[in-house]
């Protein structure tokens, strides 16, 4: 049997070896997740963004595969997750926010994600984080993995005429908007956007690294936009909403077609988001705005007096992972009191699985291992796409995705499971 093949079982060994990297590593690091990810900028442009991100909470999460056949290490796989702390069902907890994840093209298929992802959970889970979640390049990626794609964000569209709000939408002469470089507003920014992360599912806690990614403003960022600019809704009492946009200039034959894009905009009352949306939508020159990302329940699509005109888009948002399953039910609320034993198979997460007895109320649960026979087989990337109580498992049931044992399981699950907020998460990290 040659070195290369494994001792008991004969097989071809893999030629590379997953580790923990550091602050070094990551030109080459960059250099394996720009190519795998088509990114057209330099490594150093793309160094410049990831650093000031990665030197704030340091570099023991970042993971590397590395190839040493040539005798020198070359590394052909990445994957790093952030320390967020992300508003969950049950409050702010800590989550694994996995990103960076790719692999040098020759390298592909022959299993490097699988050892990164298998390291990465154990990572997490022994750092007693409950929660993973990410942005999927494609959705037929990471399910394998143990995630479940837990909502949509919309993209949203909406052209000059179709712009007006109801003549009923809330309304208060006490507001003024104004609009300025973001720089100028950070704090007020700030101030808004934590009010709402703190209770918007999804949405983590803006660091000062992440308000600097996010009000960056290169030219490569503008590409053929004008610069960011906010727009702050405020009272007697301070800031109540604003809106990050980028105006972009467009003359035809016709006249003006200048759009707004509309990076981020959120507000704390209704009379604010009013305020927001009419300032955007009232700008001369313009024909269309454009929301990059918005909650599923906006109030844009309630406010529009001619709604059913905007066109909106659904795009998948974050993929949500329970690392530490039994933890992660215990401290969610429940909309219904619900009794039950799940069995729950989990391929990378091999302490997730087994048959799990639950008694969940609005307080929370307990959730145990049992020998009872179960009411429902399902994996644990469906319970990471029902976690945050905005998909059903009723659809599964009916693909035939999960198996109830016990008729009337699924929905009595999806009932205590329900929240009537949409989750928001609006940053690809
Ligand atoms: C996606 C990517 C990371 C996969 O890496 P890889 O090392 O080839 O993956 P593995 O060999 O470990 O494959 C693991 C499993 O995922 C499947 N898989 C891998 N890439 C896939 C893809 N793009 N689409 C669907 N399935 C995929 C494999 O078939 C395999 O399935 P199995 O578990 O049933 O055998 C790699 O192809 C890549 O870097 N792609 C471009 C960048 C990217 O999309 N990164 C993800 C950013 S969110």
Redesign the pocket.
């Known amino acids: 049997m040659s070195k290369n093949q494994n001792a008991d079982t004969g097989a071809p060994k893999p030629s590379w070896t997953v580790r923990h990297s550091d602050a070094d590593e990551l030109p080459k690091v960059a250099r394996v ?1 720009g190519q ?3 990114i057209t900028d330099d490594i150093d442009s793309m160094l410049e963004r990831m650093r000031p991100l990665h030197d704030a909470v340091g570099y023991e999460r970042l993971l590397v595969a590395v190839d040493d056949r040539e005798g020198e290490e070359e590394v052909i ?1 990445t994957a790093n997750h952030f320390p967020f702390e992300m508003t969950m069902p049950g409050g702010r907890f800590p989550v694994a926010g996995v ?1 960076g ?5 020759t ?11 298998r390291r990465q959970l154990a990572d997490i889970h022994a750092d007693g984080v409950r929660y993973a979640a ?5 959705g ?3 399910e ?1 993995f143990g995630y479940g794609m837990a909502f949509t964000e919309v993209e949203t569209s909406v052209t000059r005429p179709h712009g007006a709000l109801r003549a009923d939408a809330p309304r208060d002469p006490d507001l003024r908007v104004v609009l300025r470089e973001p720089e100028r507003v950070r704090v007020d920014l700030e101030r808004v956007h934590e009010a709402v992360a703190a209770q918007q599912v999804g949405q983590f806690r803006r660091t000062e690294p992440w308000w600097d990614r996010l009000l960056r403003d290169t030219p490569a960022q503008r590409g053929d936009k004008a610069p960011l600019a906010a727009a702050v809704v405020g009272g007697p009492d301070g800031p109540l909403g604003y809106a990050l946009y980028r105006v972009r200039n467009k003359w035809e034959t016709s006249g003006s077609e200048g759009e707004v894009h509309v990076q981020e905009i959120t507000a704390t009352t209704p009379a604010a988001w009013t305020a927001l949306f009419e300032h955007l939508f009232s700008r001369d020159l313009v024909s269309k705005v454009v929301f990059d990302f918005l909650p599923a329940d906006c109030p844009l699509h309630h406010l529009l007096a001619n709604r059913d005109r905007a066109v909106a888009t659904h795009q998948s948002a974050l993929w949500v992972r329970l690392v530490d399953l039994a933890g992660a039910l215990s401290e969610r609320p429940y909309a219904a009191p619900f009794e039950g034993v799940l069995a729950v198979t989990d391929r990378y997460a091999p302490w997730n699985a087994g048959r799990w007895r639950i008694k969940a109320d609005t307080g929370g649960a307990r959730v145990e291992l049992t020998d009872e026979e179960p009411h429902l087989s399902l994996d644990a990337a469906h319970l990471g796409a029902v976690h945050l109580g905005r998909t059903s498992l009723t659809g599964f049931l009916r693909a035939g995705l999960i198996t109830e044992h016990t008729p009337g399981t699924v929905a009595r699950l999806d009932t205590a499971l329900h929240r009537f907020d949409a989750p928001f998460c609006g940053v690809v990290f």
Do not use: D, K
């Open positions: 997740f795998a990810l088509l796989g990103t994840v790719g692999v040098w093209p390298h592909r298929r022959q299993g490097v994600l699988s050892s990164l992802m990410l942005w999927a390049s494609e037929s990626i990471y394998r």
